[in-house]
């Protein structure tokens, strides 16, 4: 078995010489630098932006104008003046809307929910980023396991191929040992590398994810060990509908709505303009005056509008009654996501459990067999079939640690939080209620 151990310590030499990647550092580089969050920040600028148009609504506005004025009379007969005049102005002019209807406030308070809309969309975004990321990420892992559990077969059909000839040439196996076991050797080693290009497929998938060249090579190490059991799941169905941002985002769209609603059923209302203006005339003709001042105040009231205030509103309205269907739907999928969420772990434990209880049976069935084989009581398929039950059982072992990890992320993305041990309490309940039902 030295030659076993040597083969595994070169391959993890060789892997070691790679720069490390854990999995925190995968999430903040694909929380930085990924296509998702990029495109979720420059919509929350582009809300941004629109909070400020509604905002100016609200403020004055000011316009400063220059105006040169020339002009050439001619009166018949010599009456009137005759000749030319010139003359330069400057004014300005200030502009503001009283809202006395509160329709552009309401209105700029729905742009400010839009901010928190798209911020929400982008923890939404992130939240799904870093299930996505932790699943090619475990893909990875598995992907190198496998590599692994390939190279400890090449080692050990190469150690059980250098020791069936020395048997040969004592003369004490046949031929047909030699040639099965280098068919058994060929086999390993193409097995190697089938699992050394998954495994560099699945690197690759994970560099484009978090948005860096394909080709950058690292070593994918694991940090986290399994966790072993899960809470009652009415804690993390409360926790999803206390963290999910798609369920902020959701409640956010139907206050926005609401605000808009209430602000198409002022639309009737009346609108105060407040208005002053001052021209300044540089250098005034014949009976121009030098300065002038103007203000007024207008009040617009809407008499027809042929139904369209009422028809903005009953289309809002309607906006306003699907927002808060849409949320209630919401709700009860994320409380969905988490119950198959918590059956998909329940199942994939149990699974590692057998997958683990596999591997160990296969190891102790082909020590057995080779130790029957090497007293030459036994035959040599039985080694052969136990090296590869063995390598099978790895095999299904790595992938049940995937499915493991995999179900673990995917409860955190469906509760929304990776902090799984600090989630609220259950609200106080009245004693008669059982506490089953709680948040449920």
Known sequence: MIGLYLGIAVSLAGAQQKPELTLDEALAIAGQDAFAIRLAQSDIAEAKANKMVADAALGPTATLSGTSFWSEAHTPGGFGQNGQNTSNSISLSVRQIIDISKVNTLRADASGIGVKISEYAKQTALNDLRAQVKSKFFAALQAKELVQIRTSAVAAAKERLDKAQIRFDNKAIPKFDVLRLQADLKKAEQDLVQAKGGFEVAKQDLNNLLARPVDTDYDPVATTEFESGLEDISVYVRGSLANRPELLQAEAVVISLTKIREAEQRAALPTLTLQAGHTQTIDPGFGQ????????????????TGGAVRAN????????????????????????????????????????????????????????????????????????????????????????????????????????????????????????????????
């Open 289 to 304: 005056p030098e300065s002038q001042t103007t203000a007024s105040a207008t009040l617009s009231v809407p008499i027809v």
């Open 313 to 440: 509103t009953q289309r809002a309205r309607e906006q306003e009654e699907r927002a808060k269907i849409l949320l209630q739907q919401a709700q009860l999928g994320v409380a969905f996501e988490v119950r198959i969420a918590v059956t998909q772990f329940e199942t994939a434990l149990a699974a590692y459990a057998t997958a683990v209880e596999n591997r160990n049976l296969a190891e102790e069935a082909l020590r057995l067999a080779q130790l029957r084989y090497d007293e030459e009581v036994g035959i040599l398929l039985d080694v052969i079939t136990s090296q590869a039950d063995l390598t099978a059982a790895e095999a299904s072992q790595a992938t049940a640690a995937f499915q493991l990890r995999a179900a673990y992320a995917s409860l955190q993305r469906a509760v929304g939080t990776d902090d799984l041990k600090n989630l609220p309490p259950p609200p106080a309940s009245p004693a008669a209620q059982p506490a089953g039902e709680v948040g449920q």
